[in-house]
Nanobody
Framework: QVQLVESGGGLVQAGGSLRLSCTASGRTFSLNAIGWYRQFPGKQRGFVAA???????TYADSVKGRFTISRDNAENTVYLQMNSLKPEDTAVYYC???????WGQGTQVTVSS
């Protein structure tokens, strides 16, 4: 059994920052396999950020230069640092091992204008 638990969401003003955390427990797999996704109201979940096979990172165009994905192997946690937030970043954010189909419960991020 795998559990992915997100935390760190909340309400922030435009231009502000938040850091989301995703802590994995249960079955062991590389933290490199965990990415971040978000879901806007009435829309499907979309890609935000992930690690590449060579250990680098990749981002959706809409968040490049503002969001940073990182990991702490000792804490079994993947982070999403979100800076310069915009109202259009308002969504439910999920971490997931997409290939294995493991998803967290999601955390709401709301950016006010």
């Amino acid at each position: 059994q795998v559990q992915l638990v997100e935390s760190g969401g909340g309400l922030v003003q435009a231009g502000g920052s938040l850091r989301l955390s995703c802590t994995a427990s249960g079955r062991t797999f590389s933290l490199n396999a965990i990415g971040w996704y978000r879901q806007f109201p009435g829309k499907q979940r979309g890609f935000v950020a992930a690690f590449t096979s060579d250990g680098s990172t990749t981002y959706a165009d809409s968040v490049k230069g503002r969001f940073t994905i990182s990991r702490d192997n000792a804490e079994n946690t993947v982070y999403l640092q979100m800076n310069s937030l915009k109202p259009e970043d308002t969504a439910v954010y999920y971490c997931a091992n997409y290939k294995l189909g493991y998803w967290g419960q999601g955390t709401q991020v709301t950016v006010s204008s």
